[in-house]
């Protein structure tokens, strides 16, 4: 008698491979693979959008820095005309106390880069622009760090007066404000702080965001009139 | 495929992820661009930002261009750059009467024609005829109004015709005493209401208005003097510089209504030689840098006994001079990832002081 040992046919291995253990665990492996897929893709995806939120906050602020400087040294010019007079020579001096109005020469904002502070000990009265160390082209200069401070149960942000402010509870921001002043007459020629009909004030402010130097400038212009 | 899914068991979780993938895809391909477009939102705003900065610096230079280079009115026009071609600002003054050109009657107006604040949504180019609101000026009580009747660059009046016109405001829709069309009538002191010239008693008939006009002359060996002249005689007769209660209705009712209360024929006195302000003002007058001044002086009230807080005024030349304010308009732009950010902006400027400025003709 012959045994007979039969391979199995194809279609038996179909059948097998149909059998529902079989099928459940082939879709067990591919739903997890989907799942890892959607997983990674949804990791992503909050990643970038946390990222896109932190940019688009970023440069709101910036914006609103840059303004903020350029309303400041608006502030300034307006309260020399209001102290001194409009179209006189002492508009576009340092906010400091003129002892002499026909003689405020040494008192001028000069062509160059300055630190626009805030007075935090005089009550945030006195608004003021301010040379600082190192160099002041670069607009990374510690000088132009702005910080968030906190007194009197108010918060605001400032180029802070304090030599130590992180100690007179300020906090540093990523942010840094430089103001460069240039003078002009009004059809755009050149003109010194003592003759100019123009002040041209830009305010920049840059920032590191993931490695990555970020700047937004604003440029406007004053008069003297 | 899905009927034959449904019949497996074991295809449940495929099924299952399959509609989680489909719902996290339509989820991601929805955030990614809403994410790019803020992040792209928060850029135009800082382009828009500088659109606006430079807008603003257009209108600084343009009030500096006002107060620096226009002597008198000045129309002029020009470009303030940040970095050219990419952010820059455009300005226009408008400083000078100009001709209406709905009227066609080759005469030029102040206000400009468009321009006039006793009328309300203004289109300078579609001023309407000359008696249109929008082609009149109020003045208010108290308020003394400067007009330069010469431009920038030229130093004397050259027309032949010159007219001063004021008038009442209109009567309200609601008032049942006078028509829609009809002008109101200011009341004598006594409360009296009359449309005749000189048809008060004359202590009633009150002095509104005053006018002068102040300017420069030179003697013939080149010595500059202030000269001082005024109407020739005492009201009630009407070559003086003195506008009266009936004098002012009376030009806003007689038909037809010139509103005319001053002209170029008017006789003068003072210092200045001459005897009608053509001697003075014309192309062979002699007075440089002339200005006319016209001052409301006296509280009014309609007939109604309502107080009449401001009348309007307008004057008519056949040569250009300065309007009594500068307009400026300015659009500020930037060009930005391919678009073009602007922003436009407004501003009047009043040049000339209320105050004395050199002569006088007066009464």
Known sequence: MKASVSEPSRSEEISKIRSPKAITLIGVIIAFYILAMVGVTTAIL????????????????????????????????????????????CWNTLNDEIVDISNCDEN???????????????????????????????????????????LADAVFYANSSYANPEANNCISTDFYRQIQIEYEMVDGS?????????????????WIADGRENTFSITEDLNRY | MLSYLKNKSGSTPVIFMTIVMVTMMIMVSNLAPLIIRNIQRAAEMGASDQAQAVANSAISRAEAYIYGYCEGGCNYSDTTV??????????????????????????????????????????????????????????????????????DGEDQFDGTEFYLKVRTPACDDDDLECSANERMLIACADGVVVEARNGCDYEEDLVVMTWRIEGDDTFA???????????????????????FTTHINDVSWDIPEDYVVLNIEDSF??????????????????????VLKLSFVQ?????????????????????????????????????????????????????????????????
């Open chain 2, 82 to 151: 940040v970095e050219e071609n990419v952010i820059y600002g455009d300005y226009t003054i408008k400083g000078l009467s100009a001709k209406n050109i709905d009227e066609g009657d080759d005469m030029y107006y102040v206000p400009i024609p468009g321009y006039g604040d006793a009328g309300e949504n203004c289109d300078p180019d579609a001023p309407g005829s000359v008696d249109e609101d929008c082609n009149w000026n109020r003045i208010d009580y108290g308020h003394t109004i400067s007009v330069p009747l010469y431009v």
């Open chain 1, 190 to 206: 050149p003109a010194n702080p003592e003759n100019a009909e123009m002040m041209v004030i830009t305010s920049t402010v840059s």
């Open chain 1, 46 to 89: 909050v990643r970038e959008s946390l990222q896109g939120d932190k940019i688009v906050q970023s440069r709101t602020a910036a914006q609103s820095f840059a303004r903020g400087g350029i309303d400041a040294v608006k502030v300034i010019r307006n309260t020399n005309q209001l102290l001194y007079g409009a179209d006189e020579n």
């Open chain 2, 221 to 243: 060996e080149g010595d500059t003097w202030t000269e001082i002249v005024w109407g020739d005689e005492s009201r009630p007769d009407l070559l003086n510089s003195e506008i």
């Open chain 1, 108 to 150: 001028l904002i000069q062509e160059t880069y300055y630190t626009l502070k805030l007075d935090l000990e005089d009550n945030f009265s006195k608004l003021y622009l301010e040379q600082v160390a190192g160099d002041r082209a670069n607009t990374f200069n510690p000088g132009y760090q702005i910080y968030e401070c906190t």
């Open chain 2, 269 to 290: 006195s003072g210092s200045a030689v001459g005897a009608i302000l053509a001697d003075l003002l014309g192309v062979f007058g002699s007075m440089t840098n002339p």
């Open chain 2, 299 to 363: 509280t009014i009230k309609s007939g109604d006994g309502d107080p009449l807080p401001y009348l309007e005024y307008q004057i008519v030349t056949d040569e250009p001079i300065s309007n009594d304010r500068s307009f400026i308009e300015v659009i500020g732009y930037n060009e930005f990832r391919g678009d073009t950010f602007y922003w436009p902006k407004e501003a009047t400027v009043y040049p000339y002081p209320d105050t004395f400025i050199n002569y006088a003709f007066q009464n």
